[in-house]
Every structure is written in C-alpha cells, then in structure tokens.
C-alpha cells in the first residue's frame, strides 16, 4: 500500500470529492478544511469537484420540465453549471479560511474533449492553466464531468459519474503522485453498503477486478475513471470524506492470487433494459442482421439470450440488453428492419437488473458457476440471461430480485463480515 506522504515530501496530489460530500453550505466548509490540511502538510493540491447533492439529477428533471426532448447541446451547457457552482463555492470557502484558491471549468482546466454530448470522452488534456496556478502555490478547483469538444468547441460532459475519470485524468496529466476520491462510504467493499450492510471493506484490489466491478455497476468509481487509471498507472485511493479510516488503493497488484478469496466481489446494475424480439426467422444471418442494426444505432449490448421455440419450429426468440436510456432508439432501429429481418414484434423490459460476481480466483477454480447459480436457486430467484468474461460471471433477474439475489451470493461466498459498513450520506440516487 502507497504511504500517505510524509512529513516534508512535497507531492502533487489531486483529490476529488463527490455530490454527497459537497450537499450544503456546511459540507462545502468541512471540505474546504481537508483541502487546506493537505496543502497544509505541504503538497500541491489540485481538486475535482462534483455538484452538489442531487443537482445534476434535479437540472435533467427541470429541463424535462421546460422541454420533452431538450436539445444534447443546451443540456450539457445546463448540467455543467452544477459543478461550476460547486467549483466556486468551494474556492470561496478555502479563501476564507486564508489560503488561495482558484476555481477552473473544465474547458479552462485543458479538458478536451469528443463532441458526444453527454457522454463525450476526453481526448487529451493541456493543464498549462493549472501548472502556472500550481507555481503561484494556489489550490486549484476544477469543475467535474465537463470538458470542451475540439471540433465544435461546445462544452460537453462527460457521462454520469464522470468526475472520477476528470481526477484521474488530471491525474495522469499532472504526473500526481496519486488520486484520492472521496465519496460517502470507506472505500469499496466487497458489494453495495447500502444493500448489504455486512458488505466487507476491501484494503486493496487491482485494476483488473476493478474495472470489471465498474463495468457491473458497482458505481463507487465511473468505468472510465478505472480504465484511465489502469492505462496511466494512476494509484487511486477511495475513501470517505466523512471520516479519517483508510480507504481502499485500486493499484497494480502482485500475480499472487493464491491468497485471495475466490469472488472478491458482487456488483449489482439496474441502468439496463431487455429487448425481446419475438418470431426470428431460425436462419443463417439473421442474428447477424439484428445486431448490424443495434450497432448501426450506435448502441452498447450486454447480454443476449436466443430461444428456439419448440411449438413454432423455423423460428427463434433472440433477446438481449441495453441501457435503458437507448431502449426507444434501439426499439425504433429494430422496427424499421423489421421486413427485411422478418420478425414478429419487439417488446421491451425495463424490469430487470444484473447482479454479477467477479474474482480473479475464479480463472484458476471450477465451481463458480454451479456455486452461484445455486445460491440463486435456494432463494428462488429465476435466472433470466447470463453472461460471463474470465473474471465475472453476470446474471439477468427480475429487477425485484436484484437485492435478494445480491445478498444471497454474498453470503454464499463467505463475504458476509460481521460489522456493519458505514453509508454517511447521500440519496442512493
Ligand atoms: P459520489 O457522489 O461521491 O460520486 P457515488 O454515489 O457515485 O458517490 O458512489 C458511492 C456509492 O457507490 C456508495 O454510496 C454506494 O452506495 C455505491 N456502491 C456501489 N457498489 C459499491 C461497492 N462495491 N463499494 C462501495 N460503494 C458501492
Ligand atoms: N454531477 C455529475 C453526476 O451526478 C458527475 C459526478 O458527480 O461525477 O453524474
Ligand atoms: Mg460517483
């Protein structure tokens, strides 16, 4: 595990802290005054900040309310003043307390980025701004989630949870000597706190199992954010604003996998939905074609699942799964090759949830599956898709089921701990 800096080691260190722990006016203070204890102890501090509370989410309903299909562009200039507010308190809190501070958006940080609103990814990052606010020996604030498009020069955002993947890659950027994230729980435990309460903390784990927890849903850290860390080699500790413990460091671990546990982890993901096509003619190329179509839309699949009927002979049931923010789009796309494909109807499901485990052991142990898939069984939980990488092994459930069949593998793999994970803030929104 890194050290935390020693007494007279200056280092760059960028910190970022999420919506919870910027809520109100008061948390604003209580993270100004860590900011100041690190610049304090005699580092560089460069820091990334989330919107307040529930803002980004409160923002979309009120553009919903003033328009039924808001323009991506005018979106992303709405969304991005939460964290331009927040940027801006927080500098004004950490003046107060007689240090100087200096708020950055994202387009002024040297955030570059692709022109996909609301889900742009960052390009490069020219920190000049940053480095000479650095040299005055100020703190610098920058704004979260948000970046400027190289082509279009609009101000885009970066994806829902984003500003994990700004720190990290300012980061990289900065060449920092590590990321500190913190959020409302201390660090990243063995599944969700706030379904499990005897999820277990884990001290440390790699990029690998990291990346695979992220992309299951585990949103303690955004998947980019996780990606950029691994790809720079970025040591990130995740940890609460709300106490002192130590967090976990998500770094390069040693190949010994002997020691650990056999599934680090349960993820859990409710973002997605299933789309069913029903009467798929049983022939070659047909499948092909159903996915050309998905992917011509420019649409992530997950999961798939293709049923020969029995009663019907020559046709076939094929679904799969997909945000559920791409279910209209994906269901328009399939309708308009419906008679060059040749199906029946396509329905869709927003009822339903993932619940994944993940461990590097299961490369080198037989049983995972029959393990967990019992463990649903014994809890009477209907397994509807699956879906498996070397590491991970996923399952599609009704949606009422994801939290019983959470803690049902949980326990199964002995992961239950005895003391109750701490949950300090925040909606669960
Ligand atoms: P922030 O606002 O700080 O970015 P998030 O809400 O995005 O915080 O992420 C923190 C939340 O992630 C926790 O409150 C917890 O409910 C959730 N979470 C999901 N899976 C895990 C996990 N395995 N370990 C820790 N937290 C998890
Ligand atoms: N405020 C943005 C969101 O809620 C980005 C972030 O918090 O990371 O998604
Ligand atoms: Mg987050």
């Not at 020969?308 to 309708?335: H, K, M, W, Y």
């Amino acid at each position: 595990m890194i050290e935390r800096a020693k007494q007279g080691v200056k280092l760059r260190i960028v910190q970022k802290f999420g919506g919870s722990s910027v809520a109100d006016a008061e948390s604003i203070k209580r993270v100004a005054r860590r900011v100041v204890n690190t610049k304090q102890e005699g580092h560089e501090v460069v820091v990334v900040i989330s919107a307040m509370g529930d803002t980004t989410d409160e923002l979309t309903d009120l553009a919903l309310q003033v328009s039924k299909d808001p323009r991506p562009r005018e979106l992303d200039m709405l969304l991005t003043a939460g964290e331009r507010m927040s940027a801006a308190l927080l500098a004004m809190a950490i003046n107060d307390l007689g240090f100087d501070a200096r708020s950055f958006t994202g387009s002024q940080a040297g955030v570059i980025t692709t022109e996909a609103h609301g889900d742009a990814r960052i390009i490069d990052i020219t920190p000049g701004r940053i480095t000479s606010a650095l040299e005055d020996e100020d703190i610098v604030i920058v704004a979260g989630f948000q970046g400027v498009s190289q082509t279009t020069k609009d101000v885009t955002t970066l994806g829902r949870g984003a500003s994990d993947t700004t720190a990290v890659a300012l980061a990289a950027a900065l060449k920092a000597h590590h990321c500190e994230i913190y959020t409302d729980v201390d660090g990243v435990f063995t599944a969700d706190p706030r379904i499990v309460p005897g999820a277990r903390h884990i001290p440390e784990i790699g990029y690998e199992e990291m990346l695979e927890m992220a992309a299951s849903g585990a949103k303690v850290l955004h998947l980019r954010c996780v990606e950029y860390a691994r790809r720079e080699r970025v040591p990130v500790h995740v940890r609460s604003s709300f106490s002192d413990k130590p967090g976990t460091w998500v770094m390069d671990q040693k190949e010994d996998h002997m020691e650990k546990p056999l599934i680090s982890a349960v993820a859990h993901d409710r973002s997605e939905a299933k789309i069913t096509i029903v009467g798929v003619p049983d022939t070659v190329g047909s499948a092909a074609a159903i996915f050309d179509t998905i992917a011509e839309a420019d649409i992530n699949i997950d999961m798939i699942v293709q049923n020969v009927s029995t009663d019907r002979p020559g046709v076939t049931d094929i679904s799969f799964t997909c945000p559920q923010a791409n279910v209209a789009q994906a269901v328009e796309a399939l309708e308009e090759a419906k008679e060059k494909i040749g199906f029946t109807k396509v329905v869709s499901n927003e009822e339903i949830g993932k619940v994944s485990v993940i461990g590097v052991g299961m490369r080198t142990h037989p049983g995972v599956t029959a393990k967990f898939f019992g463990a649903l069984a014994a809890a009477g939980i209907n397994i509807e898709m699956i879906s498996t990488s070397e590491i991970r092994i996923s399952v599609g459930v009704a949606a009422k089921d994801v939290d019983r069949a959470v803690r049902a593998a949980h326990t199964a793999f002995g992961l239950d701990s005895d003391e109750e994970a701490t949950v300090y803030a925040g909606t669960g929104r």
